[in-house]
């Protein structure tokens, strides 16, 4: 069972970045497939998380009307585009998934995580 994340990198503020979270192992179709960060000195937070049957999904404020989620149910992959990247929204992201048909927590709900992907806006 294994979550892979990938995508970041190093962006300009006002840039853009998707990223990307593979599952092997099992489908992510039975779980809540969400995104997390944690940025240095600072507790992991959620960024979004998207319902099993897609048609649900929440944002935290700092990130609403810039990113969005979406999942592949065909590729067992989940995605976070990210556009007018900030500054502060550098952080290693990371992908998790619950078994819960929706999702909006801490991080302790998850059942899987990924091992991360940083990205670092520069002003």
């Known amino acids: 069972v294994q979550l892979q994340a990938s995508g970041g990198g190093l962006v300009q503020a006002g840039g853009s970045l998707r990223l990307s979270c593979a599952a092997s192992?099992?489908?992510?179709?039975?779980?809540?497939k969400c995104w997390f960060r944690q940025a240095p000195g600072k507790e992991r937070e959620g960024v979004s998380c998207?319902?099993?049957?897609?048609?649900?999904?929440d944002y935290a404020d700092s990130v609403k009307g810039r990113f969005t989620i979406s999942r592949d149910n065909a590729k067992n992959t989940v995605y976070l585009q990210m556009n007018s990247l900030k500054p502060d929204d550098t952080a290693v992201y990371y992908c998790?998934?619950?078994?819960?048909?929706?999702?909006?927590?801490?991080?302790?709900?998850?059942?899987?995580w990924g091992k991360g992907t940083l990205v670092t806006v520069s002003s």
């Open positions: 998207i319902s099993t049957s897609g048609d649900n999904t």
């Open positions: 998790a998934a619950a078994l819960y048909a929706r999702y909006w927590g801490p991080p302790d709900g998850m059942d899987y």
């Open positions: 192992g099992f489908t992510l179709d039975y779980y809540a």
